[in-house]
């Protein structure tokens, strides 16, 4: 079977890995306008303010959309089939969104709007991925 | 405000292989069928050809070699980074703009071999944007656009009817169409029971993969006066784009970068939708059309499944569409059948495909991230 690719730490994205790794969820964030930006981007694209600070954020989010792979195709996911593939908009900002697999629920579950919460799932030693669960109606996770 | 390229382009010959699962022959050799196929058919000379635009993965300086075109002062890729449309509308450009006089445009296409599945996105590993999707089995381009799909689907209540009324519709149209891949017609039941491939995109959603070439003779509506065919005028080009580079980390899925092509089309062209006999809309993914119909102003934002579920893109709907069949059923050309097709309509040359009295169309639409239209009329 394929290998998984894992992610490659590079300047611009270590601080999101680095932070998964110690079960937070961190974005980069401008501090002179405030606009988060997530994948990594080299400046704010907002105000081109050149350095972006790495910020915690809650772990919170909706669901934006999301698909069900059927097909063959994505090495490392040969085993899992079906599986889903979400788009979550986080809770600080509309627009900033990340990608993940959904943990402990059924694709029947979701909506556009579900609210998700992030969970960590360690593959190695050196990668930890952000994943996600359908929140609560009580903030917590079921 | 008047377009200065309004008109100024005009479509002469058209060239089309088969669309074959196995051509059998070599992508050079079923790519200089078609080329010359598409010389001959405009009843041009070879020595004629000034520009040459084109998409994919064939080496487009092999071909010059292989037509004996001495020099070209036009060489250039799509309009707007995508599908043949833009090749189409590259070319136009160029004539229109008096950077060469005769172009030939083709796209040529290559089923898949063993080996290679270009579907996948993560050749280069888990590295810049593609960290954040590899490691989530989020590589392969279908996958791109089935969130968007979905979407329409939770937002606007589009229907698997209603998408499945437009695969039915394009096999059937397909069955007219001797180059097309797909000719067996099908029921909705047989949509309706095609396999998720990335839900809610199903396998009869998806354009099969073909080797295949189009292409097309563009020149000035001068030089088309003693040529064989009628020429077909080119009234618009454009493109358009918005600032993110995928479809999945898109910031907008009620929308694709078509907006911002249909921004100057209508003006440019000195027309609107309403004025479409019929359109070519890009079908890659038959959901694709969805957007191309509210996005080039077909239908208002959300309607595009209403559209389809009415019956309104059949030959005898308000807005007849692909009658080819679309990439759908014809086969996987990046759209480039569609630039064909409109060719062959508007000069009555579609045998028992063609639509009665139809004069003026467009081609719009693109790869979810990228875009391109243009307006043509007899």
Not at chain 2, 66 to 73: A, R, S
Not at chain 2, 298 to 319: D, I, N, R
Request: hydrophobic fraction near 40%; aromatic fraction near 8%; include cysteine.
């Amino acid at each position: 079977m394929a290998e998984l690719p894992l992610p490659v730490r590079d300047d611009l994205n270590r601080a999101y890995w680095d932070g998964a790794q110690a079960e937070k969820l961190v974005i980069l964030r401008c501090p002179a306008c405030q606009a988060y930006t997530h994948p990594p981007r080299a400046m704010c694209t907002t105000c081109w303010h050149e350095e972006l600070v790495p910020t915690e954020v809650s772990g919170r989010g909706t669901l934006y959309s999301w698909s069900v792979m059927h097909s063959k195709g994505n090495p490392g996911f040969e085993d899992r089939l079906p599986y889903a593939v979400l788009i979550v908009e986080l809770a600080e900002q509309k627009d900033l969104r990340v990608i993940g697999n959904l943990v402990g629920g059924q694709p029947s579950d979701l909506a556009i709007g579900t609210p998700m919460q992030v969970v960590f799932e360690k593959v190695n030693e050196d990668i930890t991925l952000p994943q996600w669960r359908i929140a609560a109606a009580d903030g917590g996770v079921r | 405000m008047s377009n200065p390229l309004r008109d100024r382009a005009v479509i002469v010959g058209v060239g089309h292989t088969p669309s074959s699962r196995h051509m059998g022959k070599s992508p050079m050799r079923f790519t200089l069928e078609a080329c010359t196929q598409a010389i001959e058919d405009a009843g041009i000379d070879r020595s004629e050809i000034d520009g040459i635009v084109t998409v994919g993965t064939l080496n487009e300086l092999e071909v010059l070699q292989h037509l004996g075109l001495e020099g070209v002062t036009y060489h250039a890729g799509p309009l707007g980074g995508g599908v043949g449309g833009g090749v189409a509308a590259n070319a136009a450009l160029a004539v229109a703009a008096g950077l060469c006089d005769v172009a030939l445009a083709f796209v040529t296409m290559e089923a898949p071999r063993p080996g290679i599945t270009y579907n996948y996105m993560g050749h280069n590993g888990a590295r810049g944007d593609d960290a954040f999707t590899l490691p989530y089995g989020d590589g392969v381009f279908m996958q791109h656009f089935a969130p968007w799909y979905q979407r329409r689907r939770q937002i606007d209540g589009v229907t698997d009817e209603q998408i499945g009324a437009y695969v039915v519709a394009m096999r059937e149209n397909a069955s007219r169409n001797p180059n097309a891949v797909w000719r067996e017609p099908i029921t909705m039941d047989d949509y309706l029971g095609s396999r998720y491939v990335a839900d809610p995109l199903r396998l009869l959603d998806c354009d099969m993969p073909v080797d295949v070439c189009g292409a097309v003779i563009i020149t000035t509506p001068e030089r088309a006066k003693d040529l064989k065919q009628k020429p077909v005028y080119v009234s618009a080009m454009t493109t358009g784009q918005r600032p993110r580079p995928s479809g999945i980390f898109w910031h907008d899925y009620d929308e694709m970068p078509y907006k911002w092509a249909a921004k100057r089309l209508w003006s440019n062209a000195g027309v609107g939708p309403e004025d479409m006999d019929f359109a070519m809309l890009y079908d890659g993914f038959s959901p694709l059309v969805l957007y191309c119909l509210q996005d080039f102003g077909f239908v208002p934002k959300g309607m595009g499944g209403e559209f389809l579920g009415a019956g309104e893109h059949l030959a005898t709907g308000s807005l007849p569409l692909n009658p080819h069949g679309g990439n759908n059923s014809e086969g996987r050309s990046w759209g480039f059948g569609h630039v064909c097709e409109a060719v062959l309509q508007l000069q009555g040359r579609a045998g028992e495909r063609q639509l009665a009295d139809v004069h003026t169309t467009m081609i719009g639409g693109g790869g979810v991230v990228n875009s391109s239209a243009l307006v043509l009329h007899d």
